[in-house]
Nanobody
Framework: QVQLVESGGGVVQAGGSLRVSCAAS????????LAWFRQAPGKEREFVSA????????YYADSVKGRFTIARDNAENMVYLQMSSLKPEDTAIYYC???????????????????WGQGTQVTVSS
């Protein structure tokens, strides 16, 4: 079983930066693919970014490409999402998710991920 705990959310002005973190625990968690999803009020949960177990492969949603960076520290079992040039439309609850292997055809699918954290709120004010 994998447990995920997000932190680092908050309120930031448009154009600003914020880093959210996810602490992963459980057996062999360092080999799991990890991802960030987000869900805004009244909207479906959507893919933001994913990273393979080794950290060698990353994926981004088009809406965040060039503004967000995903990274992981396998020694600390952490995954980070560095967000810059934030926009009001980035406001959402950000969730960390884990899957044993990130499959290239399914990395953006909510149903692909078996383990989820409780989420952290990110609010971008205009």
């Amino acid at each position: 079983q994998v447990q995920l705990v997000e932190s680092g959310g908050g309120v930031v002005q448009a154009g600003g930066s914020l880093r959210v973190s996810c602490a992963a625990s459980g057996r062999d968690v360092s080999i799991y693919g990890l991802a960030w999803f987000r869900q805004a009020p009244g909207k479906e949960r959507e893919f933001v970014s994913a990273i393979s177990g080794s950290g060698g492969t990353t994926y981004y949603a088009d809406s965040v490409k060039g503004r967000f960076t995903i990274a992981r520290d396998n020694a600390e079992n952490m995954v980070y999402l560095q967000m810059s040039s934030l926009k009001p439309e980035d406001t959402a609850i950000y969730y960390c998710a884990a899957v044993l292997v990130v499959r290239s055809a399914y990395y953006s699918s909510v149903s692909e991920y078996r383990h989820w954290g409780q989420g952290t709120q990110v609010t971008v004010s205009s």
